[in-house]
C-alpha cells in the first residue's frame, strides 16, 4: 500500500503562485494514478485534478482549470500541483490521493490519502 505525504502549502496572497508536492512510498509509483482534492472550512472535501499513471489526460474541475497545473515524475516518486493566480477561494486543506484506478480518482474515491496540507489565500 502506498504512503502519502504532502507539502508546499503555506500562506499566500491573492494573485500569488505555490507549488504543493506529494511524495509517495512503499508502492510502485507509476501504477496508480494520483488526484488532489481540497476542503475548506465548513465544506466537503471536493475534488480538484486527477492524472493517469503515464502523466497522460489531466482532468480538472471547473473551478481551477487554466490557473492550476498537474504534473508527476515516476522517477521521483512524485506528483505536483502548480497554482497559480491563487483566490481567497481556494482556501482549504489540500490532499493529495492514489488509486491504481483513474476512474476512482475521478469519482472522489480514490483508496489512499495524504494527510493534507493547508493552503490560505489572503486578500
Known amino acids: 500500500q502506498v504512503q502519502l505525504v504532502e507539502s508546499g502549502g503555506g500562506l499566500v496572497q491573492a494573485g500569488d503562485s505555490l507549488t504543493l508536492s506529494c511524495a509517495a512510498s512503499?508502492?510502485?509509483?507509476?501504477?496508480?494514478?494520483m488526484g488532489w482534492f481540497r476542503q475548506a472550512p465548513g465544506k466537503e472535501r471536493d475534488f480538484v485534478v486527477g492524472i493517469s499513471r503515464s502523466g497522460d489526460n489531466p482532468y480538472y474541475a471547473g473551478s481551477v482549470k487554466g490557473r492550476f497545473t498537474i504534473s508527476r515524475v515516476n522517477a521521483k516518486n512524485t506528483v505536483y500541483l502548480h497554482m497559480n493566480s491563487l483566490k481567497p477561494e481556494d482556501t482549504a486543506l489540500y490532499y493529495c490521493?492514489?488509486?491504481?484506478?483513474?476512474?476512482?480518482?475521478?469519482?472522489?474515491?480514490?483508496?489512499?490519502w495524504g494527510q493534507g496540507t493547508q493552503v490560505t489565500v489572503s486578500s
Open positions: 512503499g508502492g510502485t509509483f507509476s501504477s496508480y494514478a
Open positions: 490521493a492514489a488509486d491504481t484506478s483513474y476512474v476512482a480518482i475521478a469519482a472522489g474515491a480514490p483508496s489512499t
